[in-house]
């Protein structure tokens, strides 16, 4: 079987979802000649088992990459580039991402910002610092139509934030999730499980209100089981360059854990119609473009409920990967190939 892909870059690897996208590319028959693996942190003590795994494959090249701060993200494609010396990146996953699990009572404007600057606007900047390499990458195919070998952007989501399955998940109203993602996310024990059918939390249950996801645990929302690894929760003050959107709250300003609840699907709805917009848009050029749901899966995020293991839904990932064509730019897919409504 053919590569996937001659160069691969996956945001947020260096655990769950990420981390196993970046070790069954590696260990694959015919694996990418390039995998770059980013994260906000590859150094530090959250980025030991990718530099466990990249001292295993001389394929993978660690990069350091910071989804909201837009000088990290140019200085990686600075790294890219020279690797790939002179020749395109063929395929960014966007798996990087945050939740949490504030309701209609409980959400701010600060919470809905930061979630939409991770999930929504880091992608969409991720995608257009990269797009010089994609399209590079499209024009020196020897090949026509569209594919993950040519040229391609996949944005890890969810079902959580389709707006088509919505009123099937009322106890999970996940505002800023839904929003950004419209992509899925929130906290470990949020409103959320009751929507995939596992118990809801008993009251005084001793949840955190914020975990480990990528490699900053004291600054990331816990996400629900449909969401992505990644990192990088909240915007710096250089991020993005955005002008007059206020950062997010500290720690210390958060909400106790007991109303911190579910908003986040809100922002999956709203990266899901990026989706839709790059496909429409980069079509032409030789770029495809879709989302992916990955299922609820047993990370640290997705907790020892969920049904699936990573293996699988990555086994299952990897597999779509290399279905998409031409007829599947712009679907909305899940790990078996399925497509979901918008």
């Given at each position: 079987?053919?590569?996937?892909?001659?160069?691969?870059?996956?945001?947020?690897?260096?655990?769950?979802?990420?981390?196993?996208?970046?070790?069954?590319?590696?260990?694959?028959?015919?694996?990418?000649?390039?995998?770059?693996?980013?994260?906000?942190?590859?150094?530090?003590?959250?980025?030991?088992?990718?530099?466990?795994?990249?001292?295993?494959?001389?394929?993978?090249?660690?990069?350091?990459?910071?989804?909201?701060?837009?000088?990290?993200?140019?200085?990686?494609?600075?790294?890219?580039?020279?690797?790939?010396?002179?020749?395109?990146?063929?395929?960014?996953?966007?798996?990087?991402?945050?939740?949490?699990?504030?309701?209609?009572?409980?959400?701010?404007?600060?919470?809905?910002?930061?979630?939409?600057?991770?999930?929504?606007?880091?992608?969409?900047?991720?995608?257009?610092?990269f797009l010089p390499l994609l399209e590079k990458a499209a024009k020196g195919a020897q090949k026509t139509g569209l594919s993950c070998s040519r040229a391609a952007i996949v944005n890890v989501s969810s079902k959580v934030g389709s707006i088509g399955l919505c009123l099937r998940v009322l106890e999970a109203p996940m505002y800023p999730y839904r929003a950004s993602k419209v992509r899925g996310w929130g906290r470990r024990w949020g409103p959320w499980r009751g929507a995939h059918g596992t118990p809801p939390p008993t009251p005084g249950h001793p949840s955190p209100a914020w975990s480990s996801?990528?490699?900053?645990?004291?600054?990331?929302?816990?996400?629900?089981?449909?969401?992505?690894?990644?990192?990088?929760?909240?915007?710096?003050?250089?991020?993005?360059?955005?002008?007059?959107?206020?950062?997010?709250?500290?720690?210390?300003?958060?909400?106790?854990?007991?109303?911190?609840?579910?908003?986040?699907?809100?922002?999956?709805?709203?990266?899901?119609?990026?989706?839709?917009?790059?496909?429409?848009?980069?079509?032409?050029?030789?770029?495809?473009?879709?989302?992916?749901?990955?299922?609820?899966?047993?990370?640290?995020?997705?907790?020892?409920?969920?049904?699936?293991?990573?293996?699988?839904?990555?086994?299952?990932?990897?597999?779509?990967?290399?279905?998409?064509?031409?007829?599947?730019?712009?679907?909305?897919?899940?790990?078996?190939?399925?497509?979901?409504?918008?």
């Open positions: 079987m053919a590569a996937l892909a001659r160069s691969v870059l996956v945001t947020g690897s260096n655990r769950g979802i990420g981390l196993e996208l970046v070790r069954q590319l590696a260990a694959s028959p015919q694996p990418p000649q390039h995998i770059f693996a980013t994260c906000r942190d590859p150094d530090g003590p959250r980025g030991k088992a990718l530099r466990e795994l990249s001292a295993q494959h001389p394929s993978i090249r660690l990069v350091q990459l910071d989804t909201v701060d837009l000088p990290s993200i140019r200085r990686a494609v600075q790294v890219v580039e020279s690797c790939l010396e002179g020749q395109g990146l063929n395929l960014l996953i966007n798996n990087a991402g945050i939740g949490s699990h504030a309701t209609l009572q409980t959400v701010d404007s600060q919470e809905m910002l930061a979630a939409f600057a991770t999930n929504v606007v880091g992608p969409l900047q991720v995608t257009k610092e996801k990528g490699e900053h645990a004291e600054r990331q929302p816990r996400l629900c089981p449909c969401s992505t690894a990644g990192q990088s929760p909240f915007p710096t003050s250089t991020a993005l360059q955005l002008q007059n959107v206020p950062l997010p709250p500290t720690r210390t300003q958060l909400p106790e854990p007991s109303v911190v609840l579910a908003w986040p699907c809100l922002f999956q709805a709203a990266q899901n119609m990026v989706t839709r917009c790059l496909a429409a848009e980069l079509r032409d050029k030789g770029i495809l473009c879709t989302a992916i749901h990955p299922g609820w899966v047993k990370t640290d995020m997705g907790t020892e409920q969920a049904p699936m293991t990573v293996e699988r839904s990555v086994q299952g990932i990897l597999a779509v990967l290399g279905s998409l064509s031409q007829e599947t730019s712009g679907a909305f897919l899940d790990w078996e190939g399925n497509s979901l409504p918008w």
